[in-house]
């Protein structure tokens, strides 16, 4: 399925990982969940929560792991507007979301 979202967004889904296109660049949209499947996600989180989180985040479990990023490079930051805007996208909809980046470990 491919619905357009707003702001020049296109939303495909099925088939694979949900991507956001903006163009002809797009982000991909994972979940990883459920520990008891994924043992590394407690690992993961707890590691995210103690590089990026508040001290009230850091006592709370979070059940999910939500991770997006570019399809392809972009060393040039051409689409960090748009990047900006599926992480606005993500604390809408998913409050209380920890929003941080994976590379600096620091949040956004």
Do not use: C
Request: charged share 20%; net charge negative; proline share 8%.
């Amino acid at each position: 399925m491919t619905q357009e979202v707003g702001h020049g967004a296109i939303l495909q889904v099925g088939g694979g990982l949900p991507e956001i296109h903006f163009g002809h660049y797009g982000f991909f949209i994972g979940l990883d969940h459920d520990p008891d499947e994924s043992p590394d996600l407690l690992e993961t989180t707890a590691d995210i929560l103690a590089a990026a989180g508040t001290p009230q985040e850091q006592t709370r479990r979070f059940p999910y792991l939500l991770t997006f990023g570019g399809m392809n490079p972009d060393p040039e930051m051409d689409f960090f507007n748009e990047s900006l805007f599926v992480a606005q996208a993500i604390e809408i909809l998913f409050p209380g979301a920890v929003l941080y980046d994976p590379q600096t470990g620091e949040r956004l």
